[in-house]
C-alpha cells in the first residue's frame, strides 16, 4: 500500500515547498488501518499465511535432508577413499546451495511470496487508491498522503485525517460515526416526604393551640 501513494507523498512536499501551496486543501488517510477492516484484504494474508507456512515447511524438510547427508558422511568418513570423500562433499555442497537457492526463490526479494502479496493485495489497494479519489474531488483536496506509507509525520492534525471518509466510500464506516449522542436516562427531583403521622398536604400543619398555664392557690385563699 506504501506504494500506491509515494507518490501523492512526493507531491505533497513538493507543494508545500512553494507558496501555492498555503492555497491548497490537504488531507491524510492511514491505509494499513482502512485495508484492516476490509474482509477481502484478510482473505488475502490468511490466503499469503497459509502458502508461506507450507513453502516454509518444504525448507526444513529440505535442509532436515541435508543435514542427514552430513552426519552420513561424518560417521563414514574414516572408511571412505579420497576419491569417495570428494563426491560425498560435493554431494552436500550441491544440496545445500540448492536449499539456499530455493529459500531465495521463495522469500527473498521478489520471490514467489512477494509476487503472491501483490497478486493478492492489488485489487484491495485498487479499491481504496478508487474510494481516495472520489475523496478528493468531493473534498476538493489538492493532495491526499499516506499516514502509514514512507513519509514520516511528526505530527497529524485530526482534522485533516480522512480516513472515515475513504471507509464510507468502501461502505467500512462506523455506524456510530456522526451520529447524535444517546439520550442519558431523565432525572426527577422526588418531593421530600413528610414524616409518619404528619398532615400529607403541602402546608405546614398549623401549630396546635397553646393551654393557658394554671397557678397554684395561694395560701389562705377559700377561707372566711
Not at 479519489?133 to 473534498?139: I, R, S
Not at 431523565?186 to 398549623?206: F, I, L, M, Q, Y
Request: glycine share 4%.
Amino acid at each position: 500500500m506504501k506504494k500506491l501513494f509515494c507518490l501523492l507523498s512526493a507531491a505533497f512536499v513538493l507543494l508545500t515547498a512553494t507558496p501555492a501551496a498555503q492555497a491548497q486543501k490537504f488531507g491524510y488517510i492511514d491505509s494499513e488501518f482502512i485495508m484492516g477492516k476490509m474482509p477481502a484484504y484478510a482473505q488475502a494474508q490468511q490466503e499469503l499465511n497459509t502458502l508461506s507456512t507450507n513453502w516454509q515447511k518444504e525448507i526444513e524438510s529440505q535442509k532436515k535432508d541435508l543435514d542427514k547427508l552430513y552426519r552420513n558422511y561424518q560417521s563414514e568418513e574414516v572408511l571412505l577413499t579420497e576419491p569417495m570423500k570428494k563426491k560425498r562433499q560435493d554431494e552436500i555442497l550441491k544440496k545445500e546451495q540448492d536449499v539456499k537457492a530455493y529459500q531465495n526463490k521463495i522469500f527473498g526479494y521478489e520471490g514467489q511470496l512477494f509476487k503472491k502479496r501483490q497478486e493478492l493485495t492489488k485489487p484491495v489497494q485498487d479499491q481504496v487508491f478508487e474510494a481516495v479519489e472520489k475523496v478528493a474531488k468531493k473534498k476538493q483536496l489538492g493532495i491526499i498522503f499516506d499516514k502509514s506509507g514512507d513519509l514520516t509525520m511528526l505530527y497529524t492534525n485530526p482534522i485533516h485525517d480522512y480516513t472515515e471518509f475513504v471507509m464510507e466510500e468502501l461502505g467500512l464506516a462506523s455506524e456510530d460515526r456522526n451520529q447524535p449522542a444517546q439520550k442519558g436516562a431523565v432525572r426527577t427531583v422526588t418531593k421530600p416526604t413528610t414524616p409518619a403521622g404528619d398532615s400529607e398536604s403541602d402546608e405546614a400543619p398549623a401549630p396546635a393551640p397553646r393551654k393557658p398555664a394554671t397557678r397554684a392557690p395561694r395560701p389562705g385563699a377559700g377561707k372566711n
